[in-house]
């Protein structure tokens, strides 16, 4: 079965400095990849999913940007944070051979701008 | 746009008490209901419902589809202090084969069970 492996678990960042956080994914191979945003513990927001290397497609317009440079791999980037980007980050996978819509969640990434 | 909307946003329960979750969705060619508990960090899944009147069942959970009203709802039974999550509820379309895993989520039941 797959595991996703997520990081850094929890970051500080002050508004208009860069973001990194990555994405990667064991256990299965050409997965469907996805980045949402979850606000105050409450539902998550899809921002961005990823149907291969280099497949980037954005949901809401936004701060942030994407890019996927391995088969397993996930980027959710940021030139320039702004206070709104706070928040906690999941990725999630389908793979891609599966017939069902279940996501597989990493364990998250926690991201306070001050 | 696709709406997922969840009932109550906020639960206090005793242990014991039974409980049940609400879930309805507007969206436009549906294809699942899913159920996640979230504890801590990342959700775990529960459910996937794609049938109408056929209720799934796992332990003390369970969980049906109407989808001529639109809506689910997670039934917990027997509540213990380790059911006490955020409960969400999520909804898959028809929209092209990427469409799996582009899920719309409601916006969580808080359910906290009292010893």
């Known amino acids: 079965s797959q595991t996703i492996h997520q990081w850094p678990a929890t970051l500080v960042q002050p508004v208009g400095s860069p973001l990194s956080l990555e994405c990667t994914v064991e256990?299965?191979?050409?997965?469907?990849l996805y980045w949402y945003r979850q606000a105050a513990g409450r539902g998550l927001q899809l921002l961005f999913y990823?149907?291969?290397?280099?497949?980037i497609s954005s949901e809401v317009p936004q701060n942030l940007s994407a890019s996927r440079p391995q088969d397993r791999q996930f980027i959710l980037s940021s030139k320039k944070l702004l206070l709104s980007d706070s928040g906690f980050y999941l990725c999630?996978?389908?793979?891609?051979?599966?017939?069902?819509?279940?996501?597989?969640f990493g364990e998250g990434s926690r991201l306070t701008v001050l | 746009e696709d709406k997922v909307v969840q009932s109550p946003l906020s639960l206090v329960v005793h242990e014991g008490d039974t409980v049940t979750l609400n879930c309805s969705y507007e969206?436009?060619?549906?294809?699942?209901l899913l159920w996640y508990k979230q504890e801590k960090k990342a959700p775990t899944f529960l459910f996937m419902l794609?049938?109408?009147?056929i209720e799934k069942k796992s332990g003390r959970l369970s969980s049906i589809l109407d989808k001529k009203e639109l809506s689910s709802i997670l039934n917990i039974t027997a509540t213990q202090t380790g059911d006490s999550a955020i409960y969400l509820c999520?909804?898959?379309?028809?929209?092209?084969?990427?469409?799996?895993?582009?899920?719309?989520f409601g916006q969580g039941t808080i359910l906290t069970v009292h010893p």
């Open positions: 794609t049938s109408s009147g």
């Open positions: 999520a909804v898959g379309t028809n929209a092209g084969g990427t469409s799996y895993g582009k899920l719309t």
């Open positions: 999630a996978c389908h793979p891609s051979r599966a017939n069902t819509g279940e996501l597989f």
């Open positions: 990823s149907v291969g290397i280099g497949q």
């Open positions: 969206v436009t060619n549906f294809r699942s």
């Open positions: 256990g299965t191979s050409n997965p469907n």
